[in-house]
Each structure stands twice: as C-alpha cells, then as structure tokens.
C-alpha cells in the first residue's frame, strides 16, 4: 500500500515538474490595457426635485399654495415645524412624524396625474396642494 501510495505521488509531481518545455501549453498572450474596449460610464442618476416647507408659529412658509411638477418627476418634500404633528400626502398615502427641530421628509416619485393635498395631518391643516400633470 505504501508503495502505491508512494507512486501515485512520484507520477503525480512528475508529470508537473519533469514536462517537456516543446510540448508545453504556452501561457495566453496579455492584451495592453490600452487595446481594451473602455467600459461604458454609468449614466447619471435622475435629481430629485426638493421642495421645503417650514410651519412654524401657526403659518407656513416654502411654498405658495400649489405646487405644480410634471409626471414620473422624483420628489423630495422636506419639511420642518415647531409643533408635533403628522404629513400626509393625501392621493399617495405617504406620511411622516414631525418633531420640533428635526427635519422630516417624503421621497417619492409624482407618477398619478391629479391634484393632492399635503396636510398637517392630525391637525387637517392643508399645508399645500401638489398638482402632477
């Protein structure tokens, strides 16, 4: 057994070591960095469009009423008040806690035609309406 053993080893590094250089597969040419196709550049990510709106001492301010952005447009509405309360995109269905002090934000993309009401949600106090056409 030992023997076998023993040859099975002796052929194995053999057959590695002891091959004829004629014979030999020759390695694969390397190709210059500078024959190689570039790779495409990646294409630049869509800016979402922010809009801010401060409420503050019972009046709101960023924004004027209505807000008008265009279908499949990406939004980020950012708010900062000075009272605990809730958003609400009305139509989206999308909210977020209000903290005083702390910025709150809805990033979402405008993608249903209509009109909807941004509100201060436990308070059903409109902030703005959002138009998407």
């Not at 960095?33 to 809009?51: E, K, Q, V």
């Not at 801010?52 to 807000?67: F, N, Q």
């Amino acid at each position: 057994m030992h023997r076998l053993l023993v040859a099975v080893v002796l052929l194995l590094t053999g057959c590695s070591a002891g091959s004829d250089p004629d014979t030999a597969t020759p390695p694969a040419p390397s190709v210059p960095s500078s024959s190689a196709p570039a790779a495409p550049s990646p294409s630049p990510t869509p800016t979402a469009r922010t809009i801010d709106v401060t409420y503050a001492a019972g009046e709101i301010s960023g924004v004027e009423g209505r807000v008008e952005v265009e279908k499949g447009e990406q939004l980020v509405l950012r708010f900062t008040s000075d009272v605990v309360e809730e958003i609400h995109v009305h139509g989206y269905d999308l909210y977020a806690d209000l903290v005083p002090g702390q910025p709150a934000q809805i990033a979402f993309t405008a993608d249903l035609p209509g009109s909807y009401e941004v509100e201060l949600h436990e308070a059903g106090r409109p902030l703005f309406q959002l138009r998407v056409s």
